[in-house]
């Protein structure tokens, strides 16, 4: 059974960080895209960084660059999401997801995590 299990949401005072860890098992991923996205309540489902089990090719949405950091450790099958400079529009539901192919879309994605609670107070 494939399983790809988040951590480390919570509430966080704007300017705070949070670190999201998402740990795929189940199957060999390692040929697989690993993404992180979001979703806010009446809002789409957004991209915001890829990244190759190899490490090589990281890919960040516009808003989060320089504040968030996908990482990955290939020994324990974990990616991570490294978040500083958080801001009250970051609350969302943040997800992990493992596709075969590099793409901002949602549907491109074959496996998803169940999400994790990211609440930013201002």
């Known amino acids: 059974q494939v399983q790809l299990v988040e951590s480390g949401g919570g509430l966080v005072q704007a300017g705070g960080s949070l670190r999201l860890s998402c740990t795929a098992s189940g199957r060999t991923f390692s040929s697989y895209v690993m993404g992180w996205f979001r979703q806010a309540p009446g809002k789409e489902r957004e991209s915001l960084a890829t990244?190759?089990?190899?490490?090589?090719?990281?890919v960040y949405r516009e808003s989060v660059k320089g504040r968030f950091t996908i990482s990955r450790d290939t020994a324990n099958y974990t990616v991570y999401l490294q978040m500083n400079s958080l801001k009250p529009e970051d609350t969302a539901v943040y997800l992990c997801a493992a596709g075969k192919y590099r793409s901002s879309r949602y549907d491109a994605y074959d496996y998803w995590g169940q999400g994790t609670q990211v609440t930013v107070s201002s």
């Open positions: 990244i190759t089990w190899s490490g090589v090719g990281t």
